[in-house]
């Protein structure tokens, strides 16, 4: 029986570590770290997201604010709100709640993100800094992953890390961090990849940011792997007061029994990435104020 690698227990050690040192800063006369939220629309899932990322910074002490954006915003309009952000020196990190609507391009948003302030890293400066030394902020997820294993003493140097899922936000930034920090072997699986089964077979580690329910089944895993599922899914389920219930990307009755460590979902990755956010923001708060 595998080990349940405990997101949310280590998430919440995490916070309780940020909140003294909150708590230290306000002696000291400072103001606290501030993260913004800016949400587009009202896409349900987001609304969660961004709540989550709220409560987390009540928790640990930050100023936290919402700015609620109508979803037939213009690009040009938010663009701008986003330079009140970067201009507004009370503001430490902000995020922009992904997805947005589709008639905005993330790509031109992403772009006019301030790096300094970016605290998901997503910016192509963050980015092009994952696998360096002085990497400033790095993506929320794969950086709560590294920081899972980290925590569990899961050693990744020499391993065979299967990443399934190449998007900007995980897959890719995984991959690098893994191969990069986490000096292991990375094989990135995605949509054209030909007999998937036989990649995951050979992972020491996988990674599974797909977002299909039941994509990886017990005879895609070698016995003894380490499972990390990414996938947060909204599957129907009557007993639910919601009336769903979250899955993640992997058969986990039937993969547990092979794994030696696997991610719940929920309480496996989903709170470390809202941790991350938080370790990101307190980052940027001290080099704005010249403490690092
Ligand atoms: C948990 C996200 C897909 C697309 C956009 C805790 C979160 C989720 C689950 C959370 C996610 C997923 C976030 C749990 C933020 C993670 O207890 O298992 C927290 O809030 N997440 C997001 O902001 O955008 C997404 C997934």
Known sequence: ?????DGK???SDIEQEIAAEVKELIARGM??????AVLVGDDGPSRTYVRNKMK??????????????PEDISEQELIARIEDLNRDDEVDGYIVQLPLPEHISVEHIIDIIDPKKDVDGFT?????????????????????????????????????????????IVGMPMGI?????????????HIYTRDLATHTRMADILVVAVGKPNLITADMVKEG????????????????KKGYALRGDVDFEGVEPKASYITPVPGGVGPMTIASLIINTLEAYKKRHGLL
């Open 31 to 36: 103001r606290p770290p501030h993260l913004a």
């Open 225 to 240: 792997v380490v499972v990390i599922d990414v996938g947060i899914n909204r599957v129907p389920d009557g007993t639910k």
């Open 56 to 69: 987390a910074c009540e928790v640990v002490g930050f100023r936290s604010s919402l700015i609620k954006l």
């Open 124 to 168: 192509p400066s963050n980015f092009g800094k994952i696998d360096q030394e002085h990497h400033s902020l790095l993506p929320a997820t794969p950086m709560g992953v590294m920081e899972l294993l980290k925590r569990y003493r899961i050693e990744t140097r020499g391993k065979h890390c299967v990443v399934v899922g190449k998007s900007h």
């Open 1 to 5: 029986m595998a080990v349940r690698l």
């Open 9 to 11: 227990k280590i998430s």
């Open 177 to 189: 961090l893994l191969a990069g920090p986490g000096d292991a072997t990375v094989t990135i699986c």
